[in-house]
């Protein structure tokens, strides 16, 4: 089992960049393909980035393609979101799951573990 928890949400103005960190405990975190989610207020939860186990394998959604870049350090058990070119659009809770797939899926219910979120706030 896996235990996330997220860090480095805060406000940032348009344009800017932000580094987001999940921070993983307990069993067989390597084994997991991890994602960043997000949900802005009255919104469905949106796949963001996600990274196979190995991290050789990355996928992103379209409107971060180029601004967001996920990774991972299994040494460290931690996953990563370097956000640059920040957009208000980009204003939500980002989650950090887990899941026991071979590469990232960008459907929540796949994943079996999520951390409690942390906000993000882009400024126009």
């Known amino acids: 089992q896996v235990q996330l928890v997220e860090s480095g949400g805060r406000l940032v103005q348009a344009g800017g960049s932000l580094r987001l960190s999940c921070a993983a405990s307990?069993?067989?975190?390597?084994?997991?393909?991890m994602s960043w989610f997000r949900q802005a207020p009255g919104k469905e939860r949106e796949f963001v980035g996600g990274i196979s186990w190995s991290g050789g394998s990355t996928r992103y959604t379209d409107s971060v393609k180029g601004r967001f870049t996920i990774s991972r350090d299994n040494a460290k058990n931690t996953v990563s979101l370097q956000m640059n070119s920040l957009k208000p659009e980009d204003t939500a809770v980002y989650y950090c799951a887990a899941g026991s797939l071979t590469g990232p899926s960008t459907m929540p219910k796949a994943y079996d573990y999520w951390g409690q979120g942390t906000q993000v706030t882009v400024s126009s």
């Open positions: 307990g069993r067989s975190f390597s084994t997991y393909a």
